[in-house]
């Protein structure tokens, strides 16, 4: 139980797609040619520390997100079955737990490099206590939990190469662009359940035509930005061709969205964003190594 309970503080299966986001971006950055590595090869040694420590730093962030939110999580049903709303865990063991993985985190992070450690912290800060907050008070929190939600590749890749160059803003670009499509899905899907809790999160805090359109809008900007790899070089053929179709798909599955305003199309909107980021994220990657 006691495990089970862990598990569900650091909300694993999310830390999971967060690490390997991270990781695959680590990937990509090691295959850049530099001073330090005129190679291009890959310290593996430093992929498990990001691994390790991402998921450390992760799994902190949602152990503090629960904490604030421990009250609101008993008044929704996906959420009252976790330690804290449940009454397994109290709120000193859950940020022993928290900080416990937060220092550990940080620092394994912070061995890679320096900004690894700062972005890794300005991440935890930004979801758990400025994200968290707003999310009662309105939708533009969405916009603000997108920036942490977007962060990982970016700390994956400077991991690797310790610099913000055009591919580590690109990897973040796409990863940004797609949090908005994913998460007003998800909105969408558990609205009646987010409301229990005083939750404001689709564009226009309901159900309706305009935030079907909004979340429209946002997966057509995405199909651009998908190709930026294509456009600059950086990915051929491949990666370009495999991500403008699963944008397409994710496109067409926005519309219908817009068409039906049905939670069954919200749905398959949601399963469809779970595919489409680690998709083009791997074809990115195989892209960066064949043409290496």
């Given amino acids: 139980?006691?495990?089970?309970?862990?598990?569900?503080?650091v909300k694993f299966r999310l830390t999971f797609l967060v690490v390997f986001s991270a990781s695959i971006s680590f990937l990509i950055g090691s295959q850049i040619i530099t001073a330090t590595n005129p190679n291009g090869v890959i310290n593996w040694g430093n992929w498990a520390k990001l691994i390790i420590g991402g998921f450390l730093i992760t799994g902190a962030a949602n152990?503090?997100?629960?904490?604030?939110?421990?009250?609101?999580?008993?008044l929704m049903t996906r959420t009252a079955d976790r330690p804290l709303p449940a009454g397994r865990m109290n709120?000193?063991?859950?940020?022993?737990?928290?900080?416990?993985?937060?220092?550990?985190?940080?620092?394994l992070l912070g061995s890679l490099n320096l900004l690894t450690g700062f972005l890794s912290v300005f991440a935890i800060i930004l979801y758990a206590f400025v994200y968290t907050p707003l999310k009662q008070k309105?939708?533009?929190?969405?916009?603000?939990?997108a920036i942490p939600g977007a962060l990982p590749p970016l700390i994956g890749y400077v991991a690797a190469n310790p610099t913000i160059d055009q591919i580590a803003l690109i990897l973040f670009g796409i990863q940004f662009m797609w949090q908005f499509v994913h998460f007003w899905a998800i909105a969408w899907?558990?609205?009646?359940?987010?409301k229990?809790?005083?939750?404001?999160?689709?564009?226009?805090?309901?159900?309706?035509?305009?935030?079907?359109?909004?979340t429209f809008i946002f997966a057509i900007v995405l199909v651009p930005?998908?190709?930026?790899?294509?456009?600059?070089?950086?990915?051929?053929?491949?990666?370009?061709?495999?991500?403008?179709v699963c944008s397409l798909i994710f496109l067409y599955q926005s519309f219908v969205l817009v068409r039906t305003l049905e939670i069954k199309s919200a749905r398959q909107l949601m399963f469809g964003s779970f595919i489409y980021l680690p998709v083009v994220q791997l074809m990115f990657l195989f892209d960066f190594i064949v043409k290496k």
């Fill in 63 to 74: 152990g503090f997100n629960e904490i604030i939110e421990k009250d609101l999580d008993r």
């Fill in 138 to 145: 309105s939708p533009i929190s969405v916009f603000v939990g």
């Fill in 225 to 244: 930005v998908s190709l930026l790899p294509t456009y600059y070089g950086y990915g051929g053929y491949y990666v370009g061709g495999v991500s403008f």
């Fill in 189 to 194: 899907v558990l609205d009646d359940d987010y």
């Fill in 1 to 9: 139980m006691i495990w089970k309970d862990l598990v569900k503080l």
């Fill in 91 to 107: 709120n000193g063991q859950a940020l022993v737990i928290s900080l416990l993985m937060g220092v550990c985190g940080t620092y």
């Fill in 196 to 214: 229990l809790a005083g939750f404001r999160l689709l564009p226009t805090g309901k159900r309706d035509r305009a935030s079907a359109v909004i």
